[in-house]
């Protein structure tokens, strides 16, 4: 019988993403130690993948405004909602993840810039797509910059 794999969704990496393209969360388990909302598992899978049969998160491409292609994950939508708050791109590299949905929190920018190894001109706008087959077609986007809701919780601002 294959090992349980469990991880925190912020803790992939590329090598998992390698191995496993689509991950799931695992919602009944949190009760379990060590496990919670954030906790995801591997997702099996053949033929296209149906975001709305799961809380999934698959496999993406990225293509920074220098040109430099990197990889990493996203949230694929259920409905027609495809707004970046839900699709919640994230690049995944050696050092750590890179989470360009920052909601009412500040992004820490000095990090992110280090992590990927430029500056605001070489990474913004970021294009990505999604890198597993999907019912209803890729998901794709640019991300202007680090997003961030404003006080009003309805007004959504890029910062660099």
Known sequence: M??????????????????????????????????D?????PHSFSGPLDPSADMLI????????????????LTPPSADDR????????IVTDGGQVSFWCGRCPPDTARAYQLLGRDSA??????FESAVPLIGGAVSGTVPGFLCLESDFETVRAVQ
Do not use: C
Not at 58 to 73: E, I, P
Not at 83 to 90: A, E, M, N
């Open 58 to 73: 698959v496999a993406a491409r990225f293509w920074l405004a220098d040109g430099t292609s990197m990889r990493g994950y």
């Open 37 to 41: 909302e954030a906790t995801v598992r």
């Open 2 to 35: 294959p090992a349980k794999i469990r991880k925190q969704v912020y803790d992939l990496t590329l090598d998992d993403l390698s191995t496993s393209p689509a991950w799931e969360f695992a919602l009944d388990e949190e009760g379990e130690s060590d496990q």
């Open 83 to 90: 707004s970046l708050g839900l699709i919640q791109p994230q």
């Open 122 to 127: 070489s990474v913004f706008p970021l294009r």
